[in-house]
């Protein structure tokens, strides 16, 4: 079992920046995948970002690459993610969720993700 955590999301005008974090607690041993999710009202949870256990591969969704940076840190058998969000959208509004998949390989599918996090809101305005 691995307990997700996430924070940093906040209101921001267009234009601007804010970073997320990630805190995996539980068997943190284990190569996860990580990712970033996130959901708008209404509409379903789309993939934003992924990073490798290693952190040498990242994939971008094409609506924040270029924009968005995903890393990660895996000292001392704990995870941390981040997501460094720069030149913000009113699209980029919505509740961001971290996610865990035992897979090994990039994926974008949510379902292939196991373990998730309660989310936190971005607000960006315009």
């Known amino acids: 079992q691995v307990h997700l955590v996430e924070s940093g999301g906040e209101m921001v005008q267009a234009g601007g920046s804010l970073r997320l974090s990630c805190a995996a607690s539980g068997r943190t041993f284990m190569r996860y995948t990580m990712a970033w999710f996130r959901q708008i009202v209404g509409k379903e949870r789309e993939f934003v970002a992924a990073?490798?256990?290693?952190?040498?591969?990242?994939?971008?969704a094409d609506s924040v690459k270029g924009r968005f940076t995903i890393s990660r840190d895996n000292a001392n058998n704990a995870i941390n993610v981040y997501l460094q969000m720069n030149s913000l959208k009113p699209e980029d509004t919505g509740v961001y969720y971290c996610a865990a998949s035992t897979l090994g390989i990039l994926t974008t599918h949510r379902e292939r993700y196991t373990y998730w996090g309660q989310g936190t809101q971005v607000s960006v305005s315009s």
């Open positions: 990073i490798s256990w290693s952190g040498g591969n990242t994939h971008y």
